[in-house]
Nanobody
Framework: QVQLVESGGGLVQPGGSLRLSCTVSEIIFSTDVMGWYRQVSGKERELVARLSSGGNTNYADSVKGRFTIARYNAERTVYLQMNSLKPEDTAVYYC????????WGQGTQVTVSS
């Protein structure tokens, strides 16, 4: 059973930065699709960024140019670098791995507020 653990969330002021980390319990294969999603209470979970096996990336329009997803297979870790944070980025952020099925972490809270 693949397990994912997120870390790095917290409280940050608007315009600030955070880096989220997702550590996977086993080797990340090059064919795995890694992603970050977020969810606000009462709303559906939405894609933030996704990194496919070919190195292709997809970002939500709302985060393009501000967020960057990166994976380090040898470290079994996927990062989400978030810059120029806005209050509307406040959400619980989830890491996902797709390998024949979807695996999810427990989520980490990100709050952007002055």
């Amino acid at each position: 059973q693949v397990q994912l653990v997120e870390s790095g969330g917290g409280l940050v002021q608007p315009g600030g930065s955070l880096r989220l980390s997702c550590t996977v319990s086993e080797i990340i294969f090059s064919t795995d699709v890694m992603g970050w999603y977020r969810q606000v209470s009462g709303k559906e979970r939405e894609l933030v960024a996704r990194l496919s096996s070919g190195g292709n990336t997809n970002y939500a329009d709302s985060v393009k140019g501000r967020f960057t997803i990166a994976r380090y297979n040898a470290e079994r870790t996927v990062y989400l670098q978030m810059n120029s944070l806005k209050p509307e980025d406040t959400a619980v952020y989830y890491c996902s791995l797709h390998r024949f099925r979807d695996y999810w972490g427990q989520g980490t809270q990100v709050t952007v507020s002055s």
